[in-house]
């Protein structure tokens, strides 16, 4: 059964409009080498200094690393500080 796209989806693509004007996916914004802002997060599931988990529409953003920290959290952006080493998502269940 196919998929259809939403009416936004659709006029984005009719004005060749970029993906990050769509406000269900996930921006990742890697800044340097020890920083990544995170926008249009739905929450924070778990965190420690070695993991970070945030909820998507897409999954569960991982992001795994060392001494990282949320030095900045608004309802829709984190911005995480540390040294990170990998970003993957996960599908919860």
């Known amino acids: 059964m196919k998929k259809r ?3 936004g989806a659709r006029l984005r693509n009719t004005f060749e409009l970029p ?3 769509d406000p269900h996916l996930v921006l990742l914004t890697w800044i340097g080498r020890e920083k990544l802002l995170v926008e ?7 965190l420690d200094a070695g993991e970070i988990r945030l909820l ?10 060392k001494a ?3 030095s900045e959290l608004s309802q829709s ?5 540390g040294e990170m080493n990998g970003i993957f998502f996960a599908e919860e269940s």
Not at 56 to 65: D, F, M, N, R
Not at 77 to 81: C, N, P, Q, V
């Open 56 to 65: 998507s529409e897409q999954g569960t953003v991982v992001i795994t690393g």
């Open 77 to 81: 952006r984190a911005l995480i500080e």
């Open 5 to 7: 796209k939403s009416l």
């Open 19 to 21: 993906d990050d004007l």
């Open 68 to 70: 990282m920290q949320l």
């Open 40 to 46: 249009q997060h739905r929450g924070v599931v778990g």
